[in-house]
């Protein structure tokens, strides 16, 4: 096998839940396709270290050119509300449903003693911050409904600096299995609405 396909195909296997098999596949998919495509997935693979970062207010991601992502610079959000979400992807689909127009914080995971994840391994404390300098109302813990999701709720509800603030959370209409990134439309609509 060529040099270049070979590691083209160890490239790809080594992307999570992609065995040898699919990434072989993979990789003569790209050999096969059209040179503008690969052109582009080349161009957007290198972008991607370059042109997308870490927002500094939510930690959510950004275009790399700008100061804040765009959902903290839309002044028409209520900056009464602020879910808090385990990562950006579970950030991007409560967006999709489009039911929530507040803002945002990105934990960055969830809290996982067995794992070695700890408070201040994640953006808790970034948090707090926020939370003593917005004038929030709500705050929404859309943890995921697993034990580690459970115990990032408890944290922060019991160490949350300003015990006034109203603290829901998403309804138990979240299967017990699934998690919030791959929860359809309708079961996310659901959990918000019925949010206590
Ligand atoms: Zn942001």
């Known amino acids: 096998m060529p040099e270049t396909l070979k590691r083209l195909i160890d490239i790809i296997s ?7 098999k699919t990434g072989a596949k993979l990789a ?16 957007t693979l290198h972008e991607l270290q370059t042109h997308v970062k870490e927002c500094p207010s939510c ?50 995971g969830s809290i996982s003693p067995i794992h070695g994840v700890m408070p201040t391994n994640l ?17 929404i813990l859309a943890m995921n409904p697993n034990i580690e999701g459970e115990a990032t709720t408890l944290y922060i509800t019991e160490n949350i600096p300003k015990k006034e ?16 990134e791959y929860a359809d439309e309708i079961t996310l609509l659901s959990a918000f609405k019925g949010r206590r």
Request: glycine letters at 6%; aromatic letters at 10%; one cysteine or more.
């Open 123 to 139: 953006t808790i404390a970034h948090l707090f911050e926020r939370i003593e300098e917005m004038n929030i109302e709500e705050i």
């Open 59 to 108: 930690h959510g991601m950004m275009d790399g050119d700008q100061t804040e992502c765009t959902i903290c610079r839309d002044s028409t959000r209520d900056t009464s509300l602020l879910c808090v979400v385990e990562d950006y992807l579970d950030m991007i689909a409560i967006e999709r449903v489009g039911i929530f127009k507040g803002k945002y914080h990105v934990l960055g």
């Open 165 to 180: 603030i109203k603290i829901t959370r998403l309804s138990k209409w979240l299967p017990h299995t699934g998690l919030i």
């Open 14 to 20: 080594f992307l999570p839940w992609i065995g040898d």
């Open 28 to 43: 003569f998919f790209l050999l096969k396709s059209n040179h503008a495509y690969v052109e582009n997935f080349s161009r």
